[in-house]
């Protein structure tokens, strides 16, 4: 069974158009992350919902707008894609203490032609 | 803010021979410490994780990591390496104390490369 899956798995589209990426955790933790690896395989936090409630809302343009509808699910919805949004985009889920492992999905590669 | 500093983007070792990645740390209050293996088109897989336990830490795969407080460090190390290491390997930090929500601060990764 995944404990954290991401859909698609590979997402190729033209600039200007909206999108989604799906991601589900089965592992019954509270929070859930999105991450953005760029090509050279940084990893940048995006945001992170605890139990439905954004807790973590870094730099990003607002053209990225995470959703979760329950604790179980995060979505993130990019507007008016542009070139520099291609990258690899990670969910990620834990529990909510400190200290804890974050457990990461397969990815979803963006590319946006 | 928490930063990570992983020394050497690329690592060449012959298999069987010994394998070190450097971990450095910035904050003053030793925050968990956290190694991923990262292979390619998969997402990061954790090794092993250091809470504040003993300071050698064994993870999977034969990797273990050492803590050390007076060098902000946490290196990873494997005595013998294998074709199937090779990958990318990120360190992580979160730091302690209540409403840090267990967000990560992570290194810029070290590709392991491991020749025949």
């Known amino acids: 069974d995944t404990a954290v899956s991401q859909t698609p798995k590979y997402l190729v589209t033209q600039m200007g158009n909206d999108k989604s990426i799906k991601c589900e955790q089965n592992?019954?933790?509270?929070?859930m992350y999105w991450y953005k690896q760029d090509s050279k395989k940084f990893l940048k936090i995006m945001f992170s919902y605890n139990n439905k409630e954004l807790i973590i809302n870094e730099t990003v343009p607002n053209r990225f707008s995470p959703k979760s509808p329950d604790k179980a699910h995060l979505n993130l919805h990019i507007n008016s894609l542009e070139l520099g949004d291609s990258a690899v985009y990670f969910c990620?889920?834990?529990?909510?203490?400190?200290?804890?492992?974050?457990?990461f999905g397969d990815g979803t590669r963006l590319s946006i032609l | 803010a928490q930063s990570v500093t992983q020394l050497g983007s690329h690592v060449s070792v012959s298999e069987g021979a010994l394998v070190l990645l450097r971990c450095n740390y910035s904050s003053s209050v030793p925050p968990y410490l956290f190694w991923y293996v990262q292979y390619p088109n998969q997402g990061l897989q954790l090794l092993l994780k250091?809470?504040?336990?003993?300071?050698l830490v064994k993870g999977i795969n034969g990797f273990e990591a050492e803590f050390k407080k007076s060098e902000t460090s946490f290196h990873l190390t494997k005595p013998s390496a294998h074709m199937s290491d090779a990958a990318e390997y990120f360190c992580?930090?979160?730091?302690?104390?209540?409403?840090?929500?267990?967000?990560?601060?992570f290194g810029s990764g070290t590709k392991l490369n491991v020749k025949p």
């Open positions: 250091y809470t504040s336990a003993a300071t």
């Open positions: 992580a930090v979160s730091d302690r104390g209540f409403g840090n929500f267990n967000k990560f601060y």
């Open positions: 990620a889920s834990s529990p909510r203490q400190g200290g804890q492992p974050q457990h």
């Open positions: 592992l019954g933790h509270d929070t």
